[in-house]
């Protein structure tokens, strides 16, 4: 009788589950580098990450007294067969994934290849709330609204609070935060760092690799810390350089600065190298020694203790089926654009794409309110946008992309996430960035060829589902703005909406 536990590759972290569950004497350690990962085509900086951080989580691992096997194998099933064979593992300990298909998966390869071991699943302890939990909460509300979750999340794991009240009397400072990008604005420098002899070995097995796989992104400069301690470096850095100025301007774009005040810190989150309690606590408590501004202090542990646990909860609590969503019957491929990274024309989009192509990295607006705003408008199908935000993003997992670009960015869930669609044209872009300065196209346009493509689809966007949000509370308004339009220039923006080749979402049938 032999115990093994299987370390997945976003669990690293030597207080997760399954591990807490043994003694290293009493147990052997498997991690897997499967190369049939890269048959999904992740962009490269993200698999240099996963590879050169579950490496140093070996390299841990065995510090701390286990013993650890890394396998590198095509696929999962048959290394780990051969593995249980050798090692006589009768029992398999495995921390529920994150991510739901992982589980379907594993449960699959085990039938399939005759796994001698026996599946043994220990409940995830890296997010503050299970999924059990948000259930509760979750009851029989018939509104999930992330503020009152995010409320109750403060009361629960007592952060900034003063008894029962908030500190500084508020919960929400969102209304601060939201200030456009004066000229020449710029942010702290970030944190990089020089790949170690780890990543550059991983780096070399992938540029082996790279001509049979062809991976979307550079290579070159790959600068994300790949183990816990320079998680710990970003997060330290962010808190003293960083953590002060992130309210203001954190829905701010701006060309050249692709970081500005943002935490950096989500790649290392949802691979376990940081624990989000530790995380949340440390902010609070250096924020507060610091005197950091409430407004900047709120925005960052809204993200954490908010957004991102209501995510995860949402995930779990809506199910599998959730991903089948497609309430605008949007039917757009994916735009050659987006699949290479670049070449769109539009000065907004192109830059964002640069950005994610030399780093697997943009910033929750940029993500929101250029690249899924577009989807919307353009009526991309919701799962293949989805799978694409999944393979190009250094922190993307299925949990974070389903509720994210299903729910938030293409309103495909018919509004059980967000109250309305996140559309907005390009003056929006215009107010939050200095992109539109250099571009080619005009923002306050409609119709026309210089007329910018995000306020012409905005404008086709209401007008194709003008019926389904006549009477909606929070959408009427713009639908009587579209109404105003004269008649003759509605054709015009519908015309010019046509010619954009790479937008073409079909009719919608609703009503
Ligand atoms: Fe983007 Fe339109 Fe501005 Fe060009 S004009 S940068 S396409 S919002």
């Known amino acids: 009788m032999a115990v093994g536990i299987w370390v997945l590759n976003d669990q690293l972290d030597l207080l997760q589950a399954a591990l807490g569950s043994c003694r290293p004497k009493d147990a052997r350690v498997v991690l897997v580098e499967a190369e049939a990962t890269l048959r999904q085509k992740p962009h490269v900086q993200k698999q240099i990450l996963f590879w050169s951080a579950q490496r140093h989580f070996v390299e841990e691992l065995r510090l701390q ?280 024309g539009m000065g907004c989009v192109d830059t964002v794409l640069g950005e994610l192509k030399a780093s697997g990295y943009a910033h929750h607006i940029q993500r929101l309110m250029v690249l899924t705003n577009l989807g919307l408008l353009a009526g991309i199908e919701p799962q293949s946008l989805t799978a694409w935000f999944k393979a190009h993003f250094i922190d993307a997992h299925d949990w974070v992309m389903q509720t994210n670009v299903v729910g938030m960015g293409l309103w495909a869930d018919g509004g059980r996430l967000g109250s309305k669609p996140y559309a907005a044209s390009g003056r929006y872009i215009k107010k939050m960035s200095n992109y539109c300065k250099t571009c080619r196209f005009d923002p306050t346009k409609r119709s026309g060829d210089d007329a910018c493509p995000f306020t012409v689809l905005y404008w086709d966007f209401l007008a194709r589902h003008a019926e389904r949000f006549r009477t909606h509370p929070r959408m009427a308004l713009m639908i009587r703005q579209l109404e105003r339009i004269d008649p003759g220039e509605l054709q015009a923006i519908r015309a010019t909406a046509a010619g954009f080749e790479w937008a073409k979402p079909g009719q919608p049938q609703c009503s």
């Open 65 to 344: 007294g286990w013993t650890v096997d890394l396998l590198e194998a095509d696929g999962h099933g048959e290394a780990l067969s051969t593995w249980q064979k050798d090692y006589n593992i009768t029992e398999l300990r495995v921390m529920e994934p994150a991510d739901r298909p992982i589980r379907q998966a594993i449960e699959r390869l085990s039938t399939k290849f005759g796994w001698t071991a026996e599946l043994n699943w220990i409940a995830n302890n890296h997010f503050l709330w299970s999924a059990a939990e948000f259930r509760e909460w979750a009851g029989s509300k018939k509104q999930l609204r992330m503020e009152f979750f995010y409320r109750e999340g403060r009361r629960r794991f007592d952060v900034l609070m003063e008894g029962d009240e908030p500190l500084g009397g508020r919960w929400n400072f969102d209304q601060e935060n939201r200030k456009s990008p004066p000229r020449g604005l710029k942010g702290p420098e970030p944190i990089w760092f020089v790949p170690d002899r780890i990543t550059t070995a991983v780096i070399g097995k992938l540029e082996k690799l790279q001509s049979l796989h062809d991976l979307p992104g550079n290579r070159h400069p790959f600068n994300w810390g790949t183990n816990r301690d320079a998680a710990l470096q970003v997060l330290e850095n962010f808190i003293k350089t960083r953590l002060a100025g992130f309210g203001p301007y954190q829905d701010a774009m701006v060309s050249e600065q692709p970081t500005l005040w943002h935490t950096l810190i989500s790649p290392y989150i949802n691979l376990g190298l940081l624990r989000p309690l530790e995380v949340i606590k440390t902010i609070e408590r250096r924020g507060l020694e610091q005197d950091v501004p409430l407004a900047s202090l709120e925005g960052v542990i809204r993200q954490l203790l908010g957004w991102r646990e209501f995510t995860y909860g949402l995930y779990h609590h809506f199910g599998a089926d959730y991903t089948a969503n497609n309430a605008l019957e949007a039917r757009a491929p994916v735009p050659q654009f987006l699949q290479e990274l670049g070449g769109s």
